[in-house]
C-alpha cells in the first residue's frame, strides 16, 4: 500500500480483516505510523515483515509494535520522521528475533539505538543505516562484537572509523559492505575486512577519500568472490587498483566515475581479468581513451551497460564498442572525439542496444534517414541533461 495517503488505521483494518495468513505488509510514504494504526495489526500473529518507509512515526506507535504478540523477521524505518531511542530501544528488546533492519536516515538515533539493537537482535543479517549522523564511531564496533551473523551492512555517510572495520570483520559472512562517504576510514581498516570478509561480494567506497591503491589491493586479495565494487570520486585511486582488480574474474559492475589518475592502461587489465564486466562507469576519466575500448571490445563480451561521458574516447572506440552483440544501453555525454558520422555509423552498427544518451546538439547533426529509422523502430525523448534514445526490442531495431 505505498504511498496510499488518505486512509487511517479504520480503512487498513477493514482491508484486512480475515486475512489470517498476511505475512508481509508494506506502508511505504503513507500514513503517520501511530499507536491505533499499530493496535489493528496486533492479531496478526504471522506478520513478519513490515516497511513503513518515508512514513511518519509516532513513539506511541514505535511502542505499540512492540507489544505485538509474536517476534517480527524485517522491519523497515528507511527514512522516517520520528523514529527516537527510547521508542526504537523498546521495540527491538521486544523483537529480538530480527534478522532484517532499515533505520535508513533516522537521524534522532544515537548510540543509545546500536547498543539496544546489538544487545537484543543477534541473529540480524541485514542492517542498513546510512547517513545516521549522530551515531558515534565507538557505536559501530558492537555490530563486530554482538552480531557476527552479519551478511549485508550499509554504514553510508556515517561516523564509521578503522576501528570500527577492525570490529565488523568479525563477521565472517559479510557479502555486502556499503562504506560511501565514510571520510573516517583508511586502508587501515580495509585491510581487515580482506583479511577476514573472504565471501565479500560487494564493496561500495564511494568518495570514502581516505582509500588508496593499498586498500584496494588488500581486498582483492581476500576477496576472491568480490562481484560489485564503487570507488568513484576517489582521487589517490589509480591504474594500480584497477591492476588488483583484475584479479577478481567474477567482477560484474565497476564504478569509477571521477577517478582522474586512471587511465586505459588499468582499463584494460579489467577487460582482459574481468570477463564478466557487464556494468562499467568511467564517467570524468579523462584518461581513458580507445584504447581501453578495444579491449573492452575484445574481451569483455558480457557488458551490457556503459557511461563513457568526459573521457578521450574518439569514433574509433565508440564503433568498436557498438560492435559488442550484449551492449544495452550507453551514454556518451561531452565526448569531444565523436563526431556526427561516427555516432550515425555506431548507431547503425549496434545490434543489441536499447538505450543511448547523447547530448543534444548532435540531434541536428544526424541524418534525417538515420532519425527517422530510429523514430521508427523506438522513441526520441528530451531531457534538460541530454538526448535519450530508447530503442524498440523488434528484430529489426539497431
Not at 167 to 196: M, P
Not at 384 to 394: A, D, E, V, Y
Request: net charge positive; glycine share 6%; with cysteine.
Amino acid at each position: 500500500m505505498s504511498n496510499c495517503h488518505n486512509h487511517s488505521h479504520v480503512g487498513l483494518s477493514s482491508l484486512i480483516n480475515g486475512a489470517e495468513n498476511l505475512r508481509e505488509l508494506t506502508l511505504a510514504y503513507g500514513p503517520a505510523i501511530t499507536e491505533d494504526l499499530a493496535k489493528c495489526l496486533h492479531t496478526f500473529s504471522g506478520l513478519r515483515s513490515v516497511k513503513f518507509d518515508g512514513c511518519l512515526v509516532k513513539c506511541s506507535g514505535v511502542r505499540a509494535i512492540g507489544r505485538w504478540p509474536r517476534s517480527l523477521k524485517e522491519l523497515s524505518f528507511s527514512k522516517c520522521s520520528g523514529v527516537e531511542d527510547d521508542s526504537l530501544s523498546f521495540l527491538v528488546r521486544a523483537h529480538k528475533e530480527l534478522t532484517k533492519l532499515d533505520i535508513t536516515c533516522c537521524r534522532k538515533i544515537t548510540y543509545d539505538s546500536v547498543d539496544s539493537i546489538t544487545s537484543s537482535c543477534r541473529s540480524l543479517t541485514s542492517v542498513r543505516m546510512e547517513s545516521c549522523s549522530l551515531v558515534p564511531k565507538e557505536a559501530f564496533v558492537l555490530f563486530g562484537q554482538r552480531c557476527e551473523l552479519i551478511e549485508e551492512l550499509d554504514v553510508t555517510d556515517t561516523k564509521i572509523d578503522d576501528e570500527g572495520l577492525k570490529s565488523i570483520s568479525r563477521c565472517s559472512k559479510l557479502s555486502s559492505l556499503k562504506l560511501g562517504i565514510c571520510l573516517n576510514i583508511t586502508d587501515d581498516g580495509l585491510k581487515h575486512i580482506g583479511s577476514s570478509c573472504s565471501k565479500l561480494k560487494e564493496l561500495d567506497l564511494y568518495r570514502s577519500l581516505g582509500i588508496t591503491d593499498e586498500g584496494i589491493a588488500a581486498v582483492t586479495f581476500g576477496c576472491p568472490e568480490l562481484e560489485i565494487i564503487n570507488i568513484a570520486y576517489n582521487d589517490k585511486i589509480t591504474d594500480s587498483s584497477l591492476i588488483s582488480l583484475s584479479r577478481c574474474s567474477k567482477l560484474r559492475v565497476l564504478e569509477i566515475r571521477g577517478c582522474p589518475h586512471v587511465s586505459s592502461k588499468g582499463l584494460s587489465a579489467i577487460a582482459v581479468g574481468c570477463r564478466q564486466l557487464a556494468v562499467l562507469d568511467i564517467k570524468k576519466c579523462f584518461n581513458i581513451n580507445d584504447n581501453a575500448m578495444l579491449q573492452l571490445a575484445q574481451f569483455s563480451q558480457n557488458l551490457k551497460q556503459i557511461n563513457l561521458s568526459y573521457c578521450s574516447v574518439t569514433d574509433v572506440g565508440l564503433l568498436a564498442l557498438a560492435s559488442m552483440n550484449r551492449l544495452q544501453n550507453i551514454t556518451v555525454l561531452h565526448l569531444r572525439g565523436l563526431t556526427p558520422n561516427g555516432l550515425a555509423a555506431a548507431l547503425l552498427t549496434c545490434r543489441g542496444i536499447t538505450k543511448v544518451k547523447l547530448h543534444a546538439s548532435f540531434k541536428p547533426l544526424l541524418p534525417k534517414s538515420l532519425l527517422d529509422y530510429i523514430e521508427a523502430h523506438g522513441c526520441v525523448e528530451m531531457d534538460p541533461k541530454g538526448w535519450k534514445l530508447h530503442f524498440g526490442k523488434s528484430p529489426e531495431a539497431p
